[in-house]
């Protein structure tokens, strides 16, 4: 009976020496993972598809643009391991206007400066180098000259607002092209803006249209910022003018000599010298059997809306000679 005892209490030992053992590797296996995820890393190579916007159009590339990116990153093991789950990668896009430009504007430079790879990797990286680094261009041949941009523009807004002349930016192009095709373009034109109900500032962003195949533009894409503001009802007294081509006319006089104009104008934006700018004028050769004749505005500052005028008629006395 001794003996099956000491038999028996051998075999409860075997498969706690087991539990420790595997216990020991797990913990083992944590404190290295643990170090592998804090461990810097140099040098972790990652390739990101990417796609090009505003590509210049009065230069050509010296060789076919890249699809993909090639970038170094040093990271920790931990912020690599998450890096690597997000694959495959978003494509990035790269606008050429937000690059730097080398040699006079030919050459654009690749950096992590100026191009966000975090829309890609989702993470801040420390980015070592990126592959390539520099897209070569060459000047296209070609006339070349600079035109404005217009947007044709639809905008209505809420009753008792209006808006200011928008801001384009760029103002200007350059296009490039055959010099016969290049001739008839005196603007570039971007697609129509049409805005209802407007009672806020507004930017937008509008794309060009190439005038034709042939022409060529430096922007792809233009900001058109609408500022929008209250209007405020004006009131000016001006003198009513009368033109006359006759040669016999000695003189005319006007009853009443001055109209009340009731227009609007932007908060902020109209100027009690401006009304300096306003003529009202009478046509001597409209005059009716009553006598009268209409008095219409034959002048007005910009940026106004003419509500009415009083009176809408003046009575002319012609003195011959």
């Known amino acids: 009976m001794q003996g099956l005892n000491l038999k028996y209490s051998n075999t409860k030992k075997k498969p706690a020496k087991t539990t420790a053992f595997f216990v020991c590797l797990l913990l083992a296996g944590m404190l290295w993972g643990i170090k592998i995820l804090n461990t810097v890393y140099d040098h ?20 076919a643009l890249p699809d993909h990116l090639t970038i170094d990153v040093k990271a920790s093991g931990l912020k690599l391991l ?27 430079l690749l950096s992590p400066a100026t191009i ?6 989702k993470f801040e990286a420390d980015i070592v180098q990126v592959s390539p680094d520099v897209l070569y261009f060459t000047e296209k041949s070609g006339y070349q000259k600079n035109v404005p941009v217009k947007v044709p523009l639809y905008v209505k807004c809420v009753q008792g607002y209006g808006y200011r002349t928008p801001e384009l930016t760029p103002a200007f192009a350059t296009i490039v092209g055959d010099s016969n095709a290049i001739k008839a373009v005196d603007t570039i034109y971007t697609q129509a803006l049409s805005l209802n109900n407007l009672s806020q500032n507004t930017e937008k962003k509008m794309a060009v249209i190439r005038p034709n195949e042939n022409v060529y533009c430096n922007v792809h894409e233009v900001d058109v910022k609408i500022e929008v503001d ?10 009513v003018e009368v033109g006359t081509n006759d040669l016999n006319v000695k003189s005319i006089n006007v009853f009443p ?39 219409f505005i034959s002048t007005q500052p910009g940026n106004i809306n003419v509500l009415s005028i009083e009176p809408k008629e003046v009575e002319l006395l012609i003195i011959k000679k």
């Open 257 to 295: 000599s001055r109209v009340k104009v009731k227009f609007t104008a932007l908060q902020n934006n109209f100027n009690p010298a401006d009304t300096a700018s306003f003529n009202a004028t009478a046509n001597s050769s409209a005059i009716s059997k009553s006598g009268r004749t209409p008095v």
């Open 82 to 108: 998450l890096i690597y789950m997000k694959q495959p990668f978003k494509t990035l896009e790269v606008d050429f206007n937000d690059l730097k430009s080398v040699n006079k504007q030919q050459n654009y």
């Open 116 to 121: 966000r790879f975090k829309n890609s990797l």
């Open 230 to 239: 209250k209007l405020i009802e004006h009131i000016v007294y001006i003198p």
């Open 44 to 63: 972790q190579r990652f390739r990101i598809p990417v796609m090009f916007r505003n590509i210049p159009q009065n230069k050509k590339p010296t060789q």
